[in-house]
Structures are given as C-alpha cells and as structure tokens.
C-alpha cells in the first residue's frame, strides 16, 4: 500500500437517543477524538498519518495560502535566490514581490503561512509521538512509528530554522505553544534525525514513509548548514556507501509524473489524485507554476526562470560552464517577439539541463509541441519569455495523473523531491572540498555531470535530432585547487538543482548571498524594472518572524517570541 499525502478529517455526527440520565456522560456515536485516536494502533496510525500529510506544506486553508507554504520553497528559495522571477503579473500574488526584492515585512501572508504549516505539522509529529509512547504491544512496530514522527518532526523545525532563524523547538511534552525563541535549536533537530536514523530501516514496505536513508541525508544537511563538514561527510557518506540508491539514467525521470518514485528519491513527497479531495493531495503548492493559457494547467504563468538561470547553462568548448563569465552574455532569447513573428533558438552550446528546466520558445516542452513564446506568457515584459517546466505533467498523463475534476488540471501525482540522490552527491562534494578531498569532490561531480551528459536523455525533436546545441563534459583534469574545486561544486548545484527550491539556502550558508544577489540585481533591474532599486543588505539572510505569530506569543503581557539577536 502507498503512504498517500493523506488530509485527515474527524467527522462528528449528531444521533438521536432516548433521554437516560447518563445520556450526556457518553461517547456520541461517530464521534471520533484525538484522545480515542490515540488509544489504539488504527487510531495513533492515523495521527502520524496526519503528520506526515503536512510535508506538502498544505494543511488545509485555515493556515493559509499553500503556495506560501508550498514544500518546493519555490518563493523562498528559487525567486529569493535568483533562479526565477516572480512571473505572471504584477498585480497577482504581489506579496511574493518583497521576497523577491528582499523587503519582507512580518505581515507577509507568505511568511505567516509557512510558519504556521510547518508548526502545524510539528503538533501533529507530537501527537503521534505520544500515542505510540503511550501504546502496548508490538515494541518495534512503536519504536519505529516514533522514530518516523521524530524524523518529520526534525522535518519542519529544519525548515523553519533555515527559514526564519530563530525559532522556537517544540516537543511532545510542552503543553503551552508559546515557548521562547531564545536558544538556537540546531542541537534539537539533530537530535531527533539522530534518533530516527538509529531505528529507522533503509526500505518501507509503504511508499512514501521515512527511511534511514531520508534521515541520514537530513542530518548531514543539517550539519551542513552549520559548516561541520566532517560530521556531514559521515552521515553522508553512509547513504552513497548504503547501495540504496542510484542516478536515473535520465535526467528528466526525476521531474516526469510517470518516474516518480524512483532510485534516486531519498526524501520524497508523495501526492494524489482523483481520490475525492478535488485536488487538494495534488501538490497544491505549486499549481500556480505552469504556463499561462493554452498549455497544460492553464494557469497561472508564476515561477518563470530568470535570464540569470539560463544563462548559467552556456559552456566553453570542452562542455564546461562558464564558472566566472556566464552572465556576460544573454542567451538569445524571444522577449519582444510577437507570436506570430519568426524565431529561431540560440544555436550557442549549452547544457543539455537547461531544456528540461525551463520552458523556452522553439524547443519542445514536453508533448505539448513547441514552446510558441508569448502567448503562453501571461504578461512577457513584466516575467520574461520563460516558464517553468520541472514538475509540468504531460499532456497524455492529464485527468490520469493529474486531477479531472477543479479549476485548474494543475493539480498531479508528481511527487516533491526534497532530497535526490543527485543533491547528496552534490553536498558530500562540498564536503569533500572542505575536508581537502577535491579528486573525491571531483569525482562526485562527475557523475552527475555523467548522468546529464546522456544523449538519450536530452530533449529530442520529433525527428529524433537534439533540440538545441547540446554540450557537457566532464572535469578530466585534477582539481588542484581548493577554491576552484569549490566554484565548481557550487555551480553545479545550481546547474542540477535549478528552480528546485534550494538557491537562496545555499547562498545564504555560503556566505556570499549579499555579492551574489547584489550583482543579480544590477543586471536584471535592466530587464524587470520592478526590480529596479532592490539590494540585499545584512539581515536579508533570514525571514522576520510572522507578526501575528509573534503576537500570539503573548505570555502574562510578554511576548515570548523576540527579533533574533535580541
């Protein structure tokens, strides 16, 4: 049976009964609680069920918008870094534009609504936590749902610390919500992936569920992010050393709806469709990214790669990027095109990724035929000529493996990949370059670079010839150089990872977001004036804390959440 991105629900029904005196005193038939949840394995499945339906970062709409909480961090992470624009129109979804530009104020809905999901979600590990704690019986069938709920619960304090800071760690024995914010909770999260990877076993019967593959690699990403390389290095080096998982052949398998769960998903989140929730468990943080009209979703043009993005797939001659002088140069694109006007795509060699990446006018997307340009864009001058294209379905899987039923066909099967195989060879590169390893760094670069340079892979047209100019090498000559070794790491993540979610994140742990976004900034401000006068200054690192969150904080008059440093 596969682990479905479940919503749960709890039906209570009025009946009729004869007026005894101990009437009030009974349990209502129908009735269903937390606490009669909790009593029986059924019931306390059904809670961790529940915490993990929060991963999709969609738990119903009293938190919010779910695009603001989407698990992609498409906002937070792809547009705050510089992999895409906002996109549409300036006047749709406009509280997307200060994380953008960097200006996020604490009455962003965006930012309440990832706060509030991912502490949702952590309430929800917590119950589950408890009910299995609480339970008898089959001691590991406990240990091991506890272990998950533990590892989900690692999960969101993760997001919510790389996100906002400084935030406060919530446990299954707090009982009041309004905990201070004061002590830095990177010890508490590693601690729970910590106990999750000890009990927790490398498969799952049922798709979906956490494995000790997902909490090894959750952990190493964690001490990551704290610059403790080693330790990051160990954890993931049991994951490669684990034979657990593997590069597809194709690059594309990971972002086709048909492929999704597949050897290199190491942290998946799983969707559904045409289960009777019109559309709901359908990954409905992202179906605001597709193109405009006449394509698939039909709707609503956000998420458009930016000409940086593109631009980082040119490659020397050797099929190479261009590590220091990609953005002299645009890749030719449409922008200002008509529709009906001749166009003919850059013939400039360029890696085979970038067509499986964004959506650009002449090459094909996907069975939709060619990308016509503007007509698919919902306002050019304002997001550019480009669309997003990883996580589109295609067009023969609509209604089957999209939703048949809604507003929009945007809603699909196709899973989150929050961490992949390819993404973990990446980091214990980084690893490797920082611990001096650079021909191992090296080596974990090429094979991702290997996987991509597959010819049959790469985006075809109809002839079988290859859409664009397609060039990729791999690095043949020793890296002697730490600093280089360390470009080159760095620029192939972005190259592999584009508009996944984990741009601005890396920026930020890097501690160069400030020289990068800046000059991005100067750039761009050329081609989207409303990006004119945008900076990053220090402080931009982090998101501010919800204010409504901080307001409800409130304890006796104080406020436990303070401004992180203070």
Not at 175 to 199: C, F, K, M, Q
Not at 449 to 459: K, L, M, Q, T
């Amino acid at each position: 049976m596969k682990l479905k991105n479940c919503k749960y629900f709890l039906l209570s029904l009025v009946m009729v009964a004869a007026c005894k005196d101990d009437f009030l005193d009974k349990q209502p038939y129908g009735a269903v609680t937390e606490e009669l949840l909790a009593s029986t394995l059924k019931g306390s499945e059904s809670l961790l069920i529940a915490a993990y339906s929060s991963l999709d970062g969609f738990a119903g709409w009293d938190n919010g918008n779910p695009w603001g909480s989407a698990a992609s961090n498409w906002t937070y992470g792809s547009i705050a870094g510089g992999d895409a624009y906002k996109g549409s129109e300036a006047n749709d979804q406009p509280d997307i534009t200060p994380i953008e530009r960097h200006e996020t104020t604490p009455n962003n809905p965006y930012i309440d609504s990832k706060f509030t999901t991912c502490y949702d979600g952590i309430a929800r590990a917590n119950k589950a936590i408890k009910a299995f704690t609480a339970l008898t019986g089959d001691d590991d069938l406990r240990a091991q749902r506890i272990a998950e709920a533990r590892f989900l619960r690692g999960q969101y304090h993760f997001e919510l610390r790389k996100i906002f800071d400084c935030v406060p760690f919530i446990d299954e024995n707090e009982t009041d919500g309004r905990v201070s914010n004061s002590t830095d909770i990177w010890p508490n999260i590693e601690a729970d992936l910590e106990a999750a990877a000890a009990v927790l076993p490398w498969t799952q019967s049922e798709i979906g569920r956490a494995t000790q593959g997902a909490a090894r690699a959750l952990l190493g990403k964690a001490h990551l992010f704290q610059g403790h390389y080693g330790e990051a290095k160990s954890e993931f080096d049991q994951v490669i050393n684990s034979g657990q998982y593997s590069l597809t052949a194709k690059y594309h398998d990971n972002f086709n709806a048909e492929t999704r769960n597949n050897s290199e998903g190491v942290f998946v989140v799983q969707q559904a469709v045409n289960e009777g929730t019109a559309g709901d468990n359908g990954n409905i943080g992202d179906v605001l990214n597709y193109p405009h009209n006449g394509g698939p979703g039909g709707c609503c043009g956000f998420h458009q790669p930016s000409q940086d993005l593109v631009n980082s797939f040119q490659v020397d001659a050797n099929g190479l990027p261009l590590l220091d002088t990609y953005s002299d140069t645009d890749v030719k694109n449409d922008e200002g095109i008509g529709a009906t006007d001749p166009f003919e795509p850059s013939t400039a060699a360029l890696d085979p990724r970038l067509d499986w990446t964004v959506g650009r006018r002449g090459i094909p997307y996907l069975d939709w035929g060619l990308h016509p340009g503007v007509s698919w864009i919902r306002a050019q001058f304002y997001g550019g000529p480009y669309g997003p294209k990883k996580l589109v379905y295609y067009k023969n899987q609509e209604n089957v493996l999209t939703s048949a039923s809604g507003w929009t066909k945007g809603y699909t099967v196709n899973n989150v990949k929050l961490i992949r195989y390819a993404d973990v060879l990446l980091m214990a590169a980084e690893c490797e370059v920082e611990v001096g390893s650079l021909e191992k760094a090296r080596e974990y670069v090429n094979q991702v670079r290997a996987r991509a340079a597959n010819p049959d892979g790469w985006v075809k047209r109809d002839d079988g010839s290859n859409a664009a100019n397609y060039v990729i090498g791999l690095y043949n000559s020793p890296w002697t150089d730490q600093g280089t070794a360390r470009k080159a790491v760095r620029f192939e993540r972005r190259l592999e990872l584009g508009t996944e979610g984990h741009r601005f994140f890396d920026l930020v742990r890097w501690g160069i977001a400030a020289e990068v976004k800046n000059a991005y900034f100067a750039k761009e401000s050329v081609k989207r004036t409303y990006l004119q006068g945008a900076s990053f200054q220090s402080g931009d690192e982090y998101y501010p804390l919800p204010a409504q969150a901080v307001t409800l904080s409130a304890k006796d008059g104080v406020e436990t959440l303070v401004p992180c440093g203070h």
